[in-house]
């Protein structure tokens, strides 16, 4: 039961165009939505929040949309760096702070 | 403080073998999280503790996994008996309270042959 979707495997975009990955859920008891964001051979780092309670969220060249009744949340990277390349995970939380993740998508962001 | 610190970073063990795992959480954070990433697969949630109590275990958590919080501080994961389905990635995170986006470590790559 794969409560977190993220059905694009992959994305490529060039420097300095916007990069969009979208991701969907199906369990509207979630109350907070994140984006992970993840280099090879390290941790998932924290990147942005969005609280069900609100439709976007942002911070400095990230953006976050949430669309409840659609259960779909999209992260917005604009303008893209090439140091922005790496697996993007969605996530999803119930107020017992364990988190349900979506497959990833990886972004590579040519030059 | 240097963030959740994870031990060893790598692990191969041959199948039937028992292997262990640490993490050192962030010393101010309560909660420690335990989760596994196979290739392709985002983070699996597998256990989690507040304080020194276990409040949650994955169905994904067979009998043959164990995760101790003695006095509220580091972690451990042990898997006796590993399998080659067991090679992967295994995860820990802490946060204070249910702080949202919490900290993960580098983690600890399994590699049952």
Known sequence: ?111 | DTGVSQNPRHKITKRGQNVTFRCDPISEHNRLYWYRQTLGQGPEFLTYFQNEAQLEKSRLLSDRFSAERPKGSFSTLEIQRTEQGDSAMYLCASSLDQSYGYTFGSGTRLTVV
């Open chain 1, 1 to 111: 039961d794969q409560q977190v979707k993220q059905n694009s495997p992959s994305l490529s975009v060039q420097e300095g165009r916007i990069s969009i990955l979208n991701c969907d859920y199906t369990n509207s008891m979630f109350d907070y939505f994140l984006w992970y964001k993840k280099y090879p051979a390290e941790g998932p780092t924290f990147l942005i929040s969005i609280s069900s309670i609100k439709d976007k969220n942002e911070d400095g060249r990230f953006t976050v949309f949430l669309n409840k009744s659609a259960k779909h949340l999209s992260l917005h990277i604009v303008p893209s760096q090439p140091g922005d390349s790496a697996v993007y995970f969605c996530a999803a939380t119930t107020n017992t702070g364990k988190l349900i993740f979506g497959q990833g998508t990886t972004l590579q962001v040519k030059p």
